[in-house]
């Protein structure tokens, strides 16, 4: 097997260095472009709810509406589970 030269080496070395290096930035340009999308949707709903304040009142009721179907959701879900249960043991 060929031995790599020290200037080869450090030449691969450089080029990997730089192709991780490319890759890093990729994704922290990828995360920045999520942060300012995720900054400019709360700056607009800032805006409109500023703008509407009846807004913050349908928003709190739709989520208060959202919570209690979700919890109704679960409960039924367990009920679900606890009869399939029940009727794999009187099988057994």
């Given at each position: 097997?060929?031995?790599?030269?020290?200037?080869?080496?450090?030449?691969d070395?450089?080029?990997?260095?730089?192709?991780?290096?490319?890759?890093?930035?990729?994704?922290?340009?990828?995360?920045?472009?999520?942060?300012?999308?995720?900054?400019?949707?709360?700056?607009?709903?800032?805006?409109?709810?500023r703008?509407?304040?009846?807004?913050?009142?349908?928003?709190?009721?739709?989520?208060?509406?959202?919570?209690?179907?979700?919890?109704?959701?679960?409960?039924?879900?367990?009920?679900?589970?606890?009869?399939?249960?029940?009727?794999?043991?009187?099988?057994?």
């Amino acid at each position: 097997m060929a031995r790599q030269e020290p200037q080869e080496r450090n030449c691969d070395n450089m080029l990997k260095t730089v192709e991780d290096l490319n890759r890093d930035l990729e994704k922290f340009l990828e995360e920045i472009e999520k942060l300012t999308v995720q900054a400019t949707w709360m700056a607009y709903d800032m805006v409109v709810m500023r703008t509407n304040p009846d807004l913050t009142n349908y928003m709190k009721r739709l989520e208060d509406a959202f919570l209690n179907c979700r919890l109704e959701m679960e409960k039924k879900w367990q009920e679900v589970l606890k009869e399939s249960k029940d009727e794999e043991q009187k099988k057994e």
